[in-house]
């Protein structure tokens, strides 16, 4: 079974802090994406890795960074977190022309 | 890659077919279509893709339109935990880049 691991279930971070968050997959693949959810907004792409050290932006990619230095993880940045970045964060994972695999997400609220 | 439109909530009774409609009118001849669906307070999963063939798994059947211009997918005997929103997608399948972009889905609601 594919196995997409998100760092952290619930994280409670402070207005200004640097955050990290990591997502691991299992199954080799070349394509990783961080998306957030919002109510009302559904699914909005921040940014996306077609292979590793490649990075493309995604639909909204202000305020946040992304690293990939290994095929296998890839990390959504938070560099001076805000309380408009309380969200759901999700991390998904495909092989080149199939399907996504997503994580079971990370609720982040910043205070 | 092209755009797709569904309606934003539908209704079905539990053990009837359940079938969501998507127009991706803009859709281009590398582009298939995917459906995913997200169950409250989980990730989105993967239910089905198609290219321009009907497809059929264990979950759902893909009915798509010889044009290409719409597609539906299948629920053949809907439970209550079919409840949840649905998504369609088209999507190219090459190397490099693979944007996935979600849209707002069709939520869809079994009743008993």
């Known amino acids: 079974d594919v196995k997409v691991t998100q760092s952290s279930r619930y994280l409670v971070k402070r207005t200004g802090e640097k955050v990290f968050l990591e997502c691991v997959q299992d199954m080799d693949h070349e394509n990783m994406f961080w998306y957030r959810q919002d109510p009302g907004l559904g699914l909005r792409l921040i940014y996306f890795?077609?292979?590793?050290?490649?990075?493309e932006k995604g639909d909204i990619p202000e305020g946040y960074s992304v690293s990939r230095e290994k095929k296998e993880r890839f990390s959504l940045i938070l560099e001076s977190a805000s309380t408009n970045q309380t969200s759901m964060y999700l991390c998904?994972?495909?092989?080149?022309?199939?399907?996504?695999?997503f994580g079971q997400g990370t609720r982040l609220t910043v205070v | 890659d092209a755009k797709t439109t569904q309606p934003p909530s539908m209704d079905c009774a539990e053990g009837r077919a359940a079938n969501l409609p998507c127009n991706h009118s803009t859709i281009s001849g590398n582009e298939y279509v995917y459906w995913y669906r997200q169950i409250h307070s989980q990730g989105p999963q993967y239910i089905i893709h198609?290219?321009?063939n009907n497809e059929t798994n264990e979950m759902a059947s893909l009915i798509i339109t010889e044009d290409r211009k719409s597609s539906t997918l299948i629920l053949p005997h809907a439970t209550l935990r079919d409840t949840a929103v649905y998504y369609c997608i088209v999507r190219r399948n090459f190397q490099g880049a693979q944007k996935l972009v979600f849209g707002q889905g069709t939520r869809l609601t079994i009743n008993p």
């Open positions: 998904a994972s495909s092989p080149r022309g199939s399907e996504a695999f």
């Open positions: 198609g290219l321009k």
């Open positions: 890795s077609y292979d590793v050290k490649m990075k």
